[in-house]
């Protein structure tokens, strides 16, 4: 039998002819059954008709056209959920997790109806279409160099790609790293700086040696370089990270400091000093980028908790930060967390704490303001009973 694709194919016909590209999809969206070649004149209503019934618009008109179409495609769906987004924020007696998880189910359709509307991609990644940007270097930077494959790939995806693209030049200020961390495509940004506080203001158990269990961006690394750590072992299993914090460590001159290693959580050995920043909500991610956000089962948290006090030095200190957003939504009760770090061997120390800062925290429109606007993000200083 031949061999499958490396990559799902998608096949439409246009103009009599039948054509193939590369379905590319972050999301892991499942290749559309139904193509439908859409260019200027095509009505959002129409856009969403066939959205709905699980096919995709093909552009083949202007770019900036395009654009204003997405953008009456969402502002239909947001009037269509104005009323019921009011119902849920006001339905004070179903619990918070069920507005939760509604939520997100609302979210990841409105996702799904407008990702529906695509472009090709040639084999260099440029845009044939009248008035289209020059995407390329947002596309290599994402999806690695250039295969030599024509792809398709939604609009909405293309604009966020521009999107990582603007942020990964400008970088996130980072004072206590003394400079920017500039995230990659994929990669989640530190945008929310409190939890990066509580690790520069923490007292250190040791500067010798230190481990950085998942690192991201390599944003805490940095951090404890910044604070003396005189050698940081610092794990990650997503290569768009490692690419990313290598960069990071790199530009602010500690990649002498910090060994990027691949690891599913721990390296080899023990260290006084283990800190592990993981996913705050249990969960399936629905993309690339939630996986920063979305623990499925929290297996990253207990995984973490199960295998710390082996890898801790006598006397070392286990740093996990952890925001209980979880616990006010209803994913995940306090005493469990407790019971894990019990039954991994590990007492608490200290929890020092801090309020979030960023802008949904006070956004009393917001259907989750309650749990929102209750959260704190805590350092669990954790130590071998």
Same mark, same amino acid.
């Given at each position: 039998?031949?061999?499958?694709?490396?990559?799902?194919?998608?096949?439409?016909?246009?103009? +009599?002819?039948?054509?193939?590209?590369?379905?590319?999809?972050?999301?892991? #969206?499942?290749?559309?059954?139904?193509?439908?070649?859409?260019? +200027?004149?095509?009505?959002?209503?129409? #856009?969403?008709?066939?959205?709905?019934?699980?096919?995709?618009?093909?552009?083949?008109?202007?770019?900036?056209?395009?654009?204003?179409?997405?953008?009456?495609?969402?502002?239909?769906?947001?009037?269509?959920?104005?009323?019921?987004?009011?119902?849920?924020?006001?339905?004070?007696?179903?619990?918070?997790?069920?507005?939760?998880?509604?939520?997100?189910?609302?979210?990841?359709?409105?996702?799904?109806?407008?990702?529906?509307?695509?472009?090709?991609?040639?084999?260099?990644?440029?845009?044939?279409?009248?008035?289209?940007?020059?995407?390329?270097?947002?596309?290599?930077?994402?999806?690695?160099?250039?295969?030599?494959?024509?792809?398709?790939?939604?609009?909405?995806?293309?604009?966020?790609?521009?999107?990582?693209?603007?942020?990964?030049?400008?970088?996130?200020? *980072?004072?206590?790293?003394?400079?920017?961390?500039?995230?990659?495509?994929?990669?989640?940004?530190?945008?929310?700086?409190?939890?990066?506080?509580?690790?520069?203001?923490?007292?250190?158990?040791?500067?010798?040696?230190?481990?950085? *269990?998942?690192?991201?961006?390599?944003?805490?690394?940095?951090?404890?370089?910044?604070?003396?750590?005189?050698?940081?072992?610092?794990?990650?299993?997503?290569?768009?990270?490692?690419?990313?914090?290598?960069?990071?460590?790199?530009?602010?001159?500690?990649?002498?400091?910090?060994?990027?290693?691949?690891?599913?959580?721990?390296?080899?050995?023990?260290?006084?000093?283990?800190?592990?920043?993981?996913?705050?909500?249990?969960?399936?991610?629905?993309?690339? *980028?939630?996986?920063?956000?979305?623990?499925?089962?929290?297996?990253?948290?207990?995984?973490?908790?199960?295998?710390?006090?082996?890898?801790?030095?006598?006397?070392?200190?286990?740093?996990?930060?952890?925001? +209980?957003?979880?616990?006010?939504?209803?994913?995940?009760?306090?005493?469990?967390?407790?019971?894990?770090?019990?039954?991994?061997?590990?007492?608490?120390?200290?929890?020092?704490? *801090?309020?979030?800062?960023?802008?949904?925290?006070?956004?009393?429109?917001? #259907?989750?303001?309650?749990?929102?606007?209750?959260?704190?993000?805590?350092?669990?200083?954790?130590?071998?009973?």
């Amino acid at each position: 039998m031949p061999e499958s694709p490396a990559f799902p194919t998608l096949t439409w016909t246009e103009a +009599d002819r039948v054509h193939t590209a590369r379905w590319r999809s972050e999301n892991g #969206a499942a290749v559309p059954s139904q193509v439908v070649v859409a260019g +200027d004149q095509t009505r959002a209503d129409d #856009a969403l008709r066939i959205a709905r019934s699980g096919g995709v618009l093909l552009w083949r008109g202007d770019f900036h056209s395009a654009r204003l179409l997405l953008q009456a495609m969402g502002r239909r769906l947001d009037r269509a959920a104005g009323g019921r987004r009011g119902a849920v924020s006001e339905a004070n007696g179903g619990a918070v997790t069920d507005l939760f998880h509604r939520n997100r189910q609302a979210q990841a359709q409105r996702s799904r109806l407008l990702s529906a509307l695509t472009m090709v991609l040639e084999a260099d990644y440029a845009l044939d279409l009248r008035r289209a940007p020059d995407l390329r270097l947002a596309c290599e930077e994402a999806y690695g160099a250039p295969d030599g494959q024509t792809s398709v790939v939604s609009l909405r995806e293309l604009l966020g790609l521009v999107g990582a693209h603007e942020w990964r030049k400008k970088g996130v200020p *980072i004072p206590a790293v003394g400079g920017r961390i500039h995230a990659h495509y994929g990669v989640f940004s530190p945008v929310r700086g409190e939890y990066i506080d509580l690790v520069a203001a923490a007292d250190l158990p040791s500067r010798t040696l230190a481990f950085d *269990i998942g690192t991201g961006t390599g944003v805490l690394a940095c951090v404890l370089a910044q604070r003396g750590v005189q050698r940081i072992v610092a794990t990650e299993l997503d290569a768009r990270a490692l690419a990313c914090a290598a960069d990071n460590l790199q530009r602010l001159g500690f990649a002498g400091q910090v060994e990027l290693t691949k690891a599913d959580l721990f390296p080899p050995g023990r260290a006084p000093l283990v800190v592990c920043n993981p996913p705050w909500l249990p969960g399936k991610p629905s993309s690339s *980028i939630e996986h920063a956000i979305y623990d499925p089962d929290s297996r990253m948290l207990r995984g973490f908790l199960r295998g710390l006090a082996a890898h801790l030095t006598p006397g070392g200190q286990g740093w996990l930060i952890l925001s +209980d957003l979880a616990e006010h939504l209803g994913l995940r009760r306090r005493e469990e967390l407790l019971e894990w770090i019990d039954h991994a061997g590990l007492r608490v120390l200290a929890c020092p704490t *801090i309020l979030p800062r960023h802008p949904k925290a006070a956004d009393v429109a917001d #259907a989750l303001h309650a749990a929102r606007s209750a959260e704190v993000t805590a350092l669990w200083q954790l130590v071998v009973k």
